[in-house]
Each structure stands twice: as structure tokens, then as C-alpha cells.
């Protein structure tokens, strides 16, 4: 009943599901050996207490950079911060750390921990890391922001903050049948900013709101320029134009970025040359969510099925158990 949400893959193709803090609680980091899961790095980071440096508290993503580092971004955010609801989190103060893990050892690097971050507004909920720049880019769907992390000195930038990139449509609300996702107070279920991809040769960086249409994408050379005033920033984004309401975004080596979307339970890509294809399209794909590109030439990808949440279904659990991770050949 573990519910997955971020999803890796590295280059000699092993593969990292992480999972969010809810009961039945068994671990925040798995790698899945024959179709197991085992707890990763140890059973001691994915302990439910101790120093809070040194275990994980609620996993959100995890991304395998090109030189094999897996990041894993442990976002708990305050209510004010969230995306998920209350769930009861009713805490004023997020914790956020990104904990680098070497795995050609299956060490832990580094761990990082947002010291200048505002915890009671940010909801960090995805990461990519850039090796050429030694830059984290994260997407803060709280603060309607990119938060740009030095991983030399650990000190952040937020950049393109409440702009039309970054905030959701208010009047874009998430339908399934005739059912629209809203809790019990009737508030609409809406994500800022969420979604990042960045492309293998660290060149682009692309971002969207879940409730928005369009998919955005900026060269990150500007977002590593901390000359550049928000005016600047923002003349240098790019609108690739409509491509629907949609959840995770990975790239894969040759520029394709992939799109999930739970509407009509899919998976797109856009094409370099900006030609949005559909890949897949099946009823299973219940909230397609996080995606990892694997060097056999597969897309793995978690459905987290948000949408069937007692939140968003008057208290009602309406998953469909059990929950799955997928993959499907795509190169």
C-alpha cells in the first residue's frame, strides 16, 4: 500500500522508487533488485526517527544526475507550503534537505539544507541537477518559484517567482468523470510550478504548473547568471506552447521530454524539433507521476493516483491497490 511517487533510474540501469511518510510506513527509498524492494542506502536512512541529517522524513523526488550522483529531495512541506492538502500536516515550518548519494558506493555524499530557504511558504517538490554548473534546480510550487541551489557554497536563488511561468490557472480544476478534485472545504486541488526536466547536456531547463497548458523552458546558463534581474529572466523564457495539464517531466539523451498526464491517463513527449507525440495511452495510467530514463531504452514511471486520495474524495479511499510503477519501451 506504499504509495510511489519519484522514480530514477541510473545509468547501468538500476532503478530508485521513493515514497512519501504515510502509513503503512516502510521506507522512503527503495531499490528495486528482482522485482524487490530493498531499503536504500540502509535501513538506517529510512528509519522513522533519529537525527534528522541522517534519515529521511518524507521523500518527495529523486534524480540520477550524469555522473551517477542519486539526489534524493526530502521535502516535508508547512500546510501554508503544500500542494497535498492538510492530511493533517499542520506544522508552520517545512523541512527540506537533498541528500547526495555516490553510487558507485551507495554513500552518502553530502547533505544539503536550505538554511536561507523561507520554510514556512516553500513546498520544494522536484529536482535536477546540473553537473557542468554544480547547480540544483528545484520547482517550490509554495512560493510559485525556481529555487536555484550552489552545491559549492549551499546558498539559494529564487528566480521567475509568481510570474504567468510559474503560477497555476485558477480556473483550470481537474475533472475525472464528472468528478472534480476538490477537498472537503471545496478548494480545488492546484500546483504551481512542478514539473522540471533537464535535458542530458544540461543545456535546457523545462518547467510547468499542473494546472496550466503550456510547457515553458529557459536556457540555464541564464538561470546560473545571478546578474540577471527578474526582467532579464523572464525576456529569456521560452512557450513551447499547449501540451495539457501535466505532472512529471524527465528528458532523455537525444532531447525528448516526457510528459505525464492524469486527464486521459497518458504519457507525451516533445520532440527537439517541438513536436508533441503521445506515447501511451491506457486506464491504468492513474496519475502517471515521476519518470526515469533507463539506459535499455525504457521510461519507468510511478502512478502515485492522487486523484482517488481520501482527500480529494469527501474522506473516501478510492486507490486501487496495489500501487504501480511501469515502464515502456521508448528508445
Known sequence: KSQPIGVSVSSDNRVFVSFPHKEPYLFGLAEI???????????KWNATSGDYDKHF???QDIYVDTNDQLWVLDSKPASAGSIFGKDGNNTSQGQFKLVQIDLKNNQVE???TFEDLDKDKSGLNDVRVDTDKQLAYLSDPGQASIIVLDLKTGNTRKVLSNTPFTVANPNIILSYNGHEMKD???????SNVNGIALTKDNKW???KPINALNLYRIETKYLADSSLNENDLLAKVEDLGEVG???GLVADKVGNVYLTTSLDYSIRRITPEGKLE???QDSRLLWPD????GSDGYLYFSCAQMQLLPTWNNGKDLVQYPYEVYRIKVL
Open 278 to 280: 503521445m506515447l501511451v
Open 245 to 247: 495539464v501535466t505532472h
Open 205 to 207: 531547463f523545462y518547467f
Open 33 to 43: 533488485v528482482n522485482g524487490e524492494r530493498k531499503a536504500f542506502p540502509d535501513d
Open 290 to 293: 515521476s519518470l526515469g530514463v
Open 110 to 112: 553530502k547533505v544539503f
Open 184 to 190: 472537503k472545504d471545496a478548494n480545488p486541488f492546484k
Open 57 to 59: 522524513v518524507n521523500v
